[in-house]
């Protein structure tokens, strides 16, 4: 599993023209669910978003979390974070979950983020929907953080 962080001012997903879910200061999250992750990596990258030290603190030192900033998440499935491209020109997902498994474990992420945060501080995307992704990124700083090790 992987998640793709970007610390924004704000987000918003739109699904045909109109706004799904918004959020103001804290996190976009780009999620990609692989053929081989578990409820166990959901549930430990859940964790791991909602702790990682992103935001600046009174020195400017990035020693805050979103959970510290009072910051919200946007959570936004993407597959294409699971694109082999090592070969040719056009990528492969042979190492993407099938959409059964992905939204599940998308749900159980988001699940999760909720015990941690709350959920009145989680929005998402729509699973398997054309979506567009506006944000404002600060920093800008992105960070990418992989429930397993290569």
Known sequence: MIALLQRVKEAHVAVNGSVHSSIGGG????????????DDDAEYLAQRCSNHRIFEDEQGKMNLSVRD????????????????????NRPSFTDAAPPALAERLYSRFVEMLGTELGT???????FR??????????????IIIESKKS
């Open 69 to 88: 900033a009072g910051g919200k998440l946007l959570v936004v499935p993407q597959f294409t974070l699971l694109a082999d491209t090592r070969k040719g």
């Open 27 to 38: 996190i976009l999250i780009f999620l990609g669910v692989g053929r081989n992750d578990t």
């Open 129 to 142: 929907a054309m979506m567009d992704v506006h944000l404002i990124n600060d920093g800008p700083v992105t």
């Open 120 to 126: 009145e501080r989680v929005a998402t995307g729509v």
